[in-house]
């Protein structure tokens, strides 16, 4: 769900950076040959990631839910260039077509993508991470950030998607609705673990910018 009108949507793109050719490519592609393609980032969300990774330099980058690899693109554009990027997916079917775009790009090499469950393969990352993007089933949001939090440099970021869901944040609660419950409890979390600093911010479906204290 977008929160404002798509004319607005548009004024923003044409006053942001352009998308750069890779991954406009990259996004055509998506919505010619992939299955939910609006779960891609996208322009806008795209060039805020791009600027927040550049603002902080990262060496090390992890991202939970590869997708097509659009944000882990973006995401590289901040990176020193002795950094790596881990991108966690669970979905076999999408590893070449990632692989393809990664090796179009400059860091096609400093892409390590990790195919399985986010919860088995990031207890046997022994890395420490600069920025983590969290973007991946939403039932183990919670899960995600109390397996990342030890692993991350003091003054790392978190960046978590989606958290808005919709406006089903705002909504009454259907029992049976485990992603709108556990991103309640995930965003409450946020708010008031000492061992982070978070703002939320209304970009598409909400992004969250949590600093590591």
Known sequence: MHFISQELEDYIEQHSEKEPALLAALNKETYQKILLPRMLSGHFQGRVLSMLAKLIRPVNILEIGTYTGYSALCLCEGMQENGV?????????????????????????????????????????????????IDADK???????EMIVPKMNKGGIILSDNVLWSGKVLEPLNPKDVSTKVLLEYNALLKNDPRVETVLLPIRDGLTVSRVL
Do not use: C, M
């Open 139 to 145: 039932e183990n949001y919670i899960n995600y950030f």
């Open 85 to 133: 990027l881990h991108t966690i997916d669970i979905k076999e079917e999408l590893i070449d077509f990632q692989r393809k775009h990664f090796d179009k790009s400059p860091w096609g090499k400093q892409i390590i993508q990790h195919l399985g469950a986010a919860t088995e393969i990031i207890p046997n990352l022994e890395v420490k991470f600069d920025l983590v993007f």
